[in-house]
């Protein structure tokens, strides 16, 4: 049993490591590109361009740290109500990422400098378009399933937050394209909570999964752990 432990515990750290990095790195990107918008790009845009690399890079890791923290939740999960299809979802949510990393998005709106407003679409560009609609849609089904699960469980407050999220997303991308098809660009407050939304929701899963898994094998009290 001692030897699940360690591993449990270093794949859930990578689900609470995975937002902070990605969020950190894509904010850094997106103030000093040169060109590049939060009123008018998407963030995916910065895959483009000679420094293209370095969001692609940071696109492939967090999908692939959010495979890993998948099978750490897995574990932990088990067994129970959403146990099994929760973690399957929140893996392809990570498959998604890796997916538009490995792609590079189409230049438009000016960007990288020198790009036209409006450029032919190429394959690469419509299917990171597609794998990012499919990462909202799997966040949104896991957060369901993972409310579904502690409800069961009894821990009714943590059910609510996962819950309440899988409401509040399609709320935040509605209000996002109501307000770009009325002005042509977004408030630059709404870019970085619809940047960061998705990796608060991972961060506030893996977090207390984490502190629970500690107190099981005497990491920390167990009267400390929120969940579980």
Known sequence: MARRTLPTRALLVCGAVAGPVYVAVAMAQALTRDGFDLARHRFTALTAGDLGWIHRSNMLLVGVLTVLFALGVAQVLRPGRGAVWGPRLLGLFGVAYAVGGALTADPAAGFPPGAAEVVGGTWQGAVQNASRGASTVLLIATSVLIAWHFAAAGRRGWAWFHGLYGAAVPIVFAVLTAVN??????????????????????????????????ARRGGVPASTAPVG
């Open 181 to 214: 098809s009325a002005v042509g660009g977004y408030p630059y407050a709404l870019a970085v909570i619809f940047l960061g939304l998705p990796w608060i929701w991972v961060t506030a899963l893996a977090v207390p999964l984490y502190r629970r898994e500690s």
